[in-house]
């Protein structure tokens, strides 16, 4: 496993670009030094919850296999949301997709990139489908040239082996009726919620959509409705690279992730193409921790990069 004890430094150059709110700020984080000849594309990643920029080891791992690859001319940017590191809890997709298509924007208008792939990690991943429902975010959600999920699970499931379905399914509720009395954005009493969510504050609205079944959130789980599969996945109209991990700790041992990955690749329609580098990281843990298992990811990246019209 990789030592996470060390201590380490990394260049970066910070992207400053205009916020929503006029006369603010947000920023970004390109991996590595300005250059006089900047890469011609982008790959931005996305983390989950509790994650945000330089929060996830193997990102810094796939930034150096790329540098390094003759002739692929990306670089790879994590962008800070509102809902980065404990910010989640107050956030939605719908909240991260606005943001996302900003710096999207701010890529494709002031950087001049040519090809923008977004990459998720975890919730992250949510937060890549998400974007791609283009009838809903006509206009918030400039154009990306493919999507990469690593290590897409259930969120709601993952609450699941911590405390059981019946505890969830209390909270979902719990936070359903707050939302059905216009409590929404409301946080919701810690008691109510640490042991499932630990201690970060979270609104009635981020509870209901992690934890319900139906919740906005809810993209990944083993039981989903098939008409509910065909919504997420039959709507793609990009490249797609799936990458789960090997030994994720956050999914039940009963559910067959190489199986789900099948399901949800047979519920795509051209012009999407789930890449046959799909496929499960050997020895991986959620989090990708394994040095091993980073050089198995990011050369599977590399290789789904380099294979882009």
């Keep these: 496993m990789a030592n996470t004890n060390t201590s380490t430094t990394f ?6 670009y205009p916020s929503a709110q006029p006369g603010r700020f947000v920023h970004a984080y390109e991996h590595g030094v300005s250059s006089t000849t900047p890469a011609t594309n982008a790959l931005v990643f996305i983390g989950g919850l509790g994650d945000g920029p330089h929060g996830v080891p193997y990102v810094r791992t796939i930034a ?3 540098a390094h690859e003759a002739g692929l001319d990306f670089s790879v940017f994590e962008v800070r949301l509102s809902s980065s590191f404990s910010g989640w809890g107050y956030g939605s997709l719908a909240q991260d997709v606005k943001e996302i298509g900003r710096f999207v924007g701010y890529l494709r208008a002031t950087m001049g990139k040519k090809k923008v792939v977004l990459m998720g990690h975890s919730t992250g991943c949510q937060d890549c489908l998400e974007y791609l429902d283009t009838g809903k975010y006509v206009a918030a959600a400039p154009g990306v040239d493919g999507v990469i999920l690593q290590g897409p699970v ?3 499931e993952a609450m ?3 405390v059981g379905a019946e505890e969830v399914e209390r909270c979902a509720g719990f936070a359903r009726a707050m939302v059905l009395e216009g409590r929404g954005e409301e946080i919701v009493p810690r008691g109510m919620v640490e042991d499932v969510l630990g201690d970060t504050p979270v609104s009635a609205y981020r509870l209901w959509s992690l934890a319900a079944v139906g919740g906005d959130d809810d993209y990944f789980s083993s039981d989903l409705p098939d008409d509910r599969v065909t919504a ?3 709507r793609l109209r990009q490249p797609v690279l799936i990458v789960p991990s090997a030994n994720d700790e956050f999914v039940p041992k009963e559910v067959d992730v190489d199986a789900l990955v099948r399901k949800w690749m047979s ?8 890449s046959e580098l799909s496929g499960l990281i050997p020895g991986a843990n959620h989090r990708v921790d394994d040095a091993t298992s980073q050089g198995w990811l990011a050369e599977r990246v590399v290789r789904f990069l380099a294979g882009l019209d």
């Design 160 to 162: 699941g082996l911590g």
């Design 64 to 66: 150096r296999t790329i």
């Design 11 to 16: 260049p970066v150059t910070v992207h400053e």
């Design 232 to 234: 997420i996945w039959g």
């Design 267 to 274: 519920y795509c329609r051209p012009p999407a193409v789930v």
């Design 154 to 156: 259930s969120d709601r």
